[in-house]
Structure formats: structure tokens, C-alpha cells
């Protein structure tokens, strides 16, 4: 994890006194489970960030310029550089977050690699101009307008991505690669918490022409300087509170953005659920990357039919995940102390105002006595309103069991949290489809959880609270450029709406207008027959 800090080197301590302008800031990277100081970053200056963003706004156009099979060539580069670069990036994104080497591996490098293979394959497609159909659709207003219409679509000049330290790169990777293979040139300000994983983006990002994807390590200052310069898009991957934060500055530029936020998804297991999976499922959602994920479970909804079984199995498979304070464990530490604050304090809280520590807690597990920041994974039962750990995201792992009555009070109340994922766990297709119908989610799946924002074939996002836009699949692209309408007449011709207002333009407009509206056959017949009536001598009237 890091912390912007000052560096305080004798001969820098000495300068310092003289100058507080000329000392330098870095981040430092720490290991969370040893609390032990693996590196330091120096961090931008905020008003550096407008230059770096004006440097990215002259190379834009030429990057724009390359046709989109020739940009997916040079990003191509990007890919195999990850290839070169695994082991390294696993030996970082491991220690610095605190995560095993089979996430860091997993959740790290593979999805980066999928992100990437499906836009080699789908950009040039989806990129490319389309018409607009003249057998598509209505016809008649077609031919009345006589024109031929073509829909080309442009990126927008500079995107400013701002990520989390969650998946460093992986999130970095959703944010900004859809941006690059749309033809824009990308300023990516990453985490302060992981700023060696920022640094390893910088290095990927290498191949790329000179200033197309630049990195710039900072904190929120650096970042709110990035949104102040301003960019032309913000693709900002983070918590509400910051998410609103950006608005407001990017509302008095007229900034448009994507807003991937937190949540607090839920699984719903239903009574014809197999228990076996549900329980390995919903085990695996909650608590891998300790549940530091914007789509971990944090709810479960069980029926109350099978709420026992399906407790006894999780307990017991919970019972057996590996634990130990090392790289090779199946469930890490918390990234940075925050995280763990804001855990223990919600899972108090809740305790406090009566809720059911099934299992974890504070006291739980033997690594919680050495000072790391390692929580046990948590259960909690008889949870109500009035508690943080029900209201407010966790991003950590606890999770709370509630049982319901029937499917209505599972989708009531699975409704009542922002889910960027709702889980539905049956061995039902139809019942999913009962079910899903009803959910307000950006993402629902049957049976698994957590794993769609390595899906990039489909749309990553929320609503409501957990965000808006779209990062991943055709509409992911589609959020980076924006379409322009080319419109060009038959022929050369004057419009029938043009001056002069005479008696022919206007018979022409009225028939028309009935054309369109006639209910009936022969009404539209009527209409037709003045429309021929008029719509010559319109067109050739002189202004
Ligand atoms: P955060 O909001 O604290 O920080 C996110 C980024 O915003 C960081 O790079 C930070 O430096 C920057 N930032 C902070 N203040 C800023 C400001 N005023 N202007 C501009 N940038 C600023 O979030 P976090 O703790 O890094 O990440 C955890 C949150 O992210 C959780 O809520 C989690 O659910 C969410 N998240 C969402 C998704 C998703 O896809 N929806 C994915 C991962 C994480």
C-alpha cells in the first residue's frame, strides 16, 4: 500500500528548510502484511497535471488519424509486453496489495490480456461508419427529406481515467484501453495506495507512442487537477463520495464521464438452489481479494427453506479456505489500514446494535495478533436497518446472512442496497428469469459472481449508486467517441422547406403530415395524391 509522504533525506531535510516549494513528494509502497516500506514514488506536482494534459491533446489528433486496424497493431504491443512482464507484475501486485500470487495472477494479468484480445477483435467493427438504412425504418420521411445520411464516430481528444488500488491493473485496463483503441490519447492517474503497480502500468504502456497513454502518480489532488484542466472524458473507476466530487468539477466544464462506484451486491439463493455450488459460489464472491471488490457479496438472501443447509455447508467450507500470511493463502490481507478501520468498524457496530457474529470477528483467526492488516472473513446474522455494515458499502470481508420468506422479499430486498451485481443462485434458467426481470443491477448472473468484470464481451456498470456508463463490451467502446451525423443530399436541389412559404411548400408539408398520420389506407391515398399534386412545383419554386 502507499501513503503520500515527504521524502526526508539529510540533503533533501537540509534544501527543505530553505524551500518548502522544492521538496519532493513520494508515494510509498507498503506491504500490508508485514507493514514494511517495499518502495517509494515520486509523485507529480498538481500543477504539473494541465501541461501533461495539453502535451496529450497535441499527439491526440495523429493517434485519431490511424484507422482502427492500425491502431489495434500498435496496441497489440501492449499485450505481448504483458506477456514479458508477468512474474514481475505478480511479485508487485502480490506484496504491494496484499493479495495471493493465484489473484494477483488471476485478477491482474489474465484479465488485462481479455480486455485487450476481445477489443483487437471487435473495435475495428464496431468503430466503423454505418449508414442509416433507407429500407430500414420509416421510409416515407426518407424520400421526403431526399437526403443520404452516414453515422461516423469520433473520439473525444483526451480521457482522463482515475482508478482504484483494488485490481490496479485491471481496473486501469477497463478504464483507459477501450479509450485507446477509440482513438483517443489517455491521461491515467492510478491509486496512490499501489504506486508501484502504477509504475509497472507505466512501464506496459511503453510500446505506445510518446505521450498517447501517460501516467501521472499523485492523490486526489492530482487527480481533481487532471478534471480541472480539464480533460474531454472522465472515465473514473472509485467510491461515491470522490465520484460526486468529480462531477461537480466536471459539471461546470460540461465534462462527460463514466462512473463506475461502489456497491454492496447481493447473492439470492433460491429454493430449488444446488446447495453444493451455492455454497462454494457465494463463499468464493464474498471473500475473494478479501473482499475488496466493488462486486463482492456483501448481502445474502436465502430462502428460508434451505437457509440451514445452506449456512452448514458455507461454515464448513469457510472452515477450510487458507488463511496463513503469505503469499501462497487463499484469502490476503486488507490492502491499507483504511480498509481495516472501516471493517472493524462496521462489523462493531453491528455487534453493538445486536447483530449475530456467526463467525470472524475481531478476535478470529491467529494473524490478527501479529499486526497485519488481515481480517477474518465474517459472518454475521439478525442484521437490521439501523446498522452501517446494512447502509454503507464494506469492501472488506464480512457478509451478512438474511433469510427471506419467498422470492418477492429476496428481489424487495436485494433492491433496497446498490448492487452493481445481483447473483441468483437455482438450478433454474426460467426461475433466474422470474427473478432477474425485477432486479435493479448493471450485471445478473446465475450461479457465479464476481468474475463479469473480466467479461468484456458484455457491459461493465451500475445504476443509481454504483454508477453510470458503461466500461466493458460494444457500449464500453461506444462511451469513448461520439457520433457524428454526415448528412448529404441526393442531388443538388433546393429544400422544400426553404422561403419562399408558398401555397405548393405548404400542401406539401400538410399531406405529408397526414401521410404519416392517416389511420386508415385510403386516407393515405387522399393524402398522397395532393403530396404528388404539389411536391414538384414546390421544389422548383425560386426564392
Ligand atoms: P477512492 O474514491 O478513494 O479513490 C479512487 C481514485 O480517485 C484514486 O485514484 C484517488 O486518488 C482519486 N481521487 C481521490 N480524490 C479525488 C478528487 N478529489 N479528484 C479526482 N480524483 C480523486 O476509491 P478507492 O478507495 O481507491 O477505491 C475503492 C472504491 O472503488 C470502492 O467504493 C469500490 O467499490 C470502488 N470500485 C468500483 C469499481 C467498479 O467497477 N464499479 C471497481 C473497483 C472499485
Known amino acids: 500500500m502507499g501513503v503520500e509522504a515527504s521524502k526526508t533525506t539529510s540533503r533533501s531535510r537540509n534544501k527543505t528548510t530553505r ?17 514494511e516500506v517495499v518502495g517509494e514514488v515520486p509523485t507529480m506536482d498538481p500543477a504539473e497535471v494541465a501541461e501533461v494534459v495539453e502535451q496529450a491533446r497535441k499527439v491526440a489528433p495523429e493517434w485519431a488519424s490511424i484507422p482502427p486496424e492500425g ?10 509486453r504483458l506477456n514479458e512482464m508477468i512474474d514481475e507484475i505478480v511479485d508487485v501486485v502480490s506484496q504491494e496489495c496484499g493479495k495471493p500470487r493465484f489473484e494477483a495472477l488471476g485478477h491482474d494479468v489474465l484479465p488485462p490480456a481479455i480486455v485487450m484480445m476481445e477489443l483487437e477483435r471487435t473495435a475495428p467493427r464496431i468503430l466503423r461508419s454505418k449508414r442509416v438504412g433507407w429500407m430500414s425504418g420509416a421510409v416515407a420521411p426518407k424520400l421526403l427529406s431526399g437526403t443520404k445520411s452516414r453515422i461516423d464516430l469520433r473520439p473525444y481528444g483526451v480521457v482522463g481515467a482515475i482508478t482504484p488500488w ?33 509504475e509497472l502500468l507505466r512501464k506496459i504502456l511503453d510500446p ?31 467510491s ?17 464521464a463514466v462512473m463506475e462506484l461502489g456497491a454492496k451486491d447481493a447473492a439470492i439463493v433460491l429454493d430449488d438452489a444446488d446447495l453444493d455450488i451455492a455454497s462454494s459460489g457465494v463463499l468464493w464472491g464474498s471473500f475473494f481479494n478479501a473482499g475488496q471488490t466493488c462486486c463482492s457479496i456483501e448481502r445474502v438472501f436465502v430462502d428460508d427453506s434451505i437457509a440451514d443447509e445452506f449456512e452448514e455447508m458455507l461454515l464448513e467450507k469457510l472452515a477450510r479456505v487458507r488463511h496463513e500470511n503469505d503469499p501462497g493463502s487463499e484469502v490476503g490481507s486488507l490492502t491499507f489500514s483504511r480498509q481495516l478501520d472501516i471493517v472493524s468498524r462496521q462489523v462493531a457496530d453491528a455487534v453493538d446494535k445486536g447483530a449475530q457474529l456467526v463467525t470472524g470477528g475481531p478476535e478470529a483467526g491467529p494473524l490478527n ?39 418477492d422479499e429476496a428481489v424487495r430486498r436485494a433492491n433496497e442496497g446498490a448492487n452493481l451485481t445481483v447473483s441468483v443462485w437455482t438450478k433454474s434458467s426460467a426461475h433466474v428469469d422470474a427473478v432477474a426481470t425485477r432486479l435493479r443491477a448493471g450485471t445478473v448472473t446465475m450461479n457465479l459472481h464476481g468474475e463479469t468484470p473480466a467479461m ?58 397526414r401521410m404519416f398520420t392517416a389511420p386508415t389506407l385510403g386516407k393515405k391515398l387522399e393524402a398522397a395524391k395532393i403530396f404528388g399534386a404539389n411536391v414538384g412545383k414546390a421544389l422548383s419554386s425560386k426564392f
Open 240 to 256: 461515491g463520495f470522490t465520484g460526486s466530487k468529480i462531477l461537480e468539477t466536471a459539471a461546470k466544464h460540461l465534462t462527460p
Open 166 to 198: 483494488n485490481y490496479p491493473l485491471t481496473n486501469a485496463f477497463l478504464a483507459f484501453m477501450p479509450a485507446l483503441f477509440a482513438g483517443n490519447a489517455v491521461v491515467i492517474k492510478p491509486s496512490e495506495v499501489t504506486p508501484r503497480s502504477g
Open 369 to 407: 495478533s501479529k499486526g497485519s492488516l488481515w481480517y477474518a472473513p465474517t459472518i454475521l446474522r439478525n442484521v437490521s436497518e439501523d446498522m452501517d455494515v446494512v447502509r454503507d458499502e464494506t469492501f472488506g470481508p464480512v457478509i451478512q446472512i438474511v433469510r427471506v420468506r419467498d422470492d
Open 456 to 513: 468484456p464481451w458484455g457491459p461493465w456498470g451500475g445504476v443509481g449508486e454504483s454508477g453510470f456508463g458503461r466500461l466493458s463490451g460494444p457500449q464500453g467502446l461506444l462511451e469513448f467517441v461520439y457520433p457524428v451525423h454526415v448528412v448529404k443530399p441526393l442531388g443538388l436541389m433546393r429544400r422544400v422547406w426553404w422561403y419562399p412559404y408558398n401555397e405548393e411548400s405548404r400542401a406539401t408539408l400538410d399531406s405529408s403530415t
Open 208 to 238: 505506445l507512442p510518446s505521450g498517447v497513454a501517460t501516467v501521472i502518480q499523485g492523490g486526489g489532488a492530482v487527480g481533481a487537477a487532471m478534471i480541472e484542466a480539464p480533460v474531454d472524458k472522465i472515465a473514473f473507476i472509485g
Open 71 to 80: 491502431r489495434v497493431r500498435l496496441l497489440r504491443r501492449v499485450r505481448y
Open 19 to 35: 524551500s518548502r516549494k522544492a521538496r519532493p513528494k513520494v508515494l510509498k509502497s507498503i506491504n500490508p502484511r508485514t507493514g
